[in-house]
């Protein structure tokens, strides 16, 4: 992939003094790399993935304040987006016609007519719509968490209505199966009141706030099962024996600032050096500050 196609590209999700995610999946190893960058070239280590096989490649639709891709740390609404991965042409039909061409359509798998469809904002919205008034601000969030969830089940797309999404890079390759990433941009944004008033329009039901739930981490089944009714917060892409033990970690403490500090704790009792002890959590999704504060106050 290069640079300048790249940029071309993710210029349109990228915000001024905002966080934009790169995420990297190896399919083959199961490892998960989150990267959060405020410039192109920030990117650039990650990017150098994005050829390889075996490798996903993500970026995230809206923008976040600080380098930590959840919802209460959004910053910019940059749109919506659909996910129809069964390769029912017949449904990316029926949401062209209706909803109007989508800014980007991206397919993810070509032989299979998988597609990501993205719906941009001529204007973000931001925090600063609301004169920075934070109460106003989470309520738009479930605002636009609703309509996303209405459309979402209305066009019978996958469940991809959660704000912090991700969605799959072009240029680059499918690491499930090495087929090129292709994609078409048509140029067109919306106002954001326009999704609405289309739901509104066509007398379909809201969704109420307790259908509303964020979509989940894709997890082991087995793993959550054994962790107990409270799951713990780990990418569950990591390698299995890493999973296992910090699982068993999590069901001791149920807690998970006390399940990583024990797990790193037995990773340094393995005479682990600090560089696979920080590849390791990584892959399970601890953040790396936190990783780095935890390793620090052990070694003293």
Sequence with gaps: ???EDFKDFISHFMAENAFTSFAVINRKKYGFYPNMFKTVEDAQRPLNLADKNNFCNYFSLNNFHIAKREEENVKNINGFMFDFDDGDLSKIEKIL???????FEINTTPSKN???????????????????????????????????????DYFKSDRTFDIPRI?????????K??????????????????????????????????????????????????????APDINFNGEKQYIDLYIKAFNKYQDNSRARYSFIQILINKRMNDTRIKEISQSLGFEEVDTNRIISRIRS
């Excluded at 016609?97 to 800014?103: A, H, I, K, T, V």
């Excluded at 925090?127 to 979402?152: P, R, V, Y």
């Excluded at 090495?178 to 039901?205: A, G, R, V």
């Design 177 to 230: 199966n090495s087929e090129e990433i292709t994609f078409k941009q048509n140029n067109i944004k919306y106002n954001w009141n326009y999704f609405q008033d289309f739901i509104i329009k066509n007398n379909i039901p809201f969704s109420t706030l307790d259908e509303v739930k964020k979509s989940p981490k894709k997890t082991a089944k087995t793993a959550v099962k054994t962790a107990g009714a409270k």
């Design 1 to 3: 992939m290069k640079l």
């Design 114 to 152: 998988k597609f990501q469809l993205i719906y941009l904002l001529k204007t973000p919205v931001n925090i600063q719509t609301f004169n920075n008034n934070n109460e106003d601000w989470m309520a738009f969030l479930k605002q636009h968490l609703i309509i996303s969830k209405t459309l979402t």
């Design 167 to 175: 969605c799959r890079l072009p240029y680059g390759k499918n690491g």
């Design 97 to 103: 016609e209706e909803l109007g061409n989508p800014f």
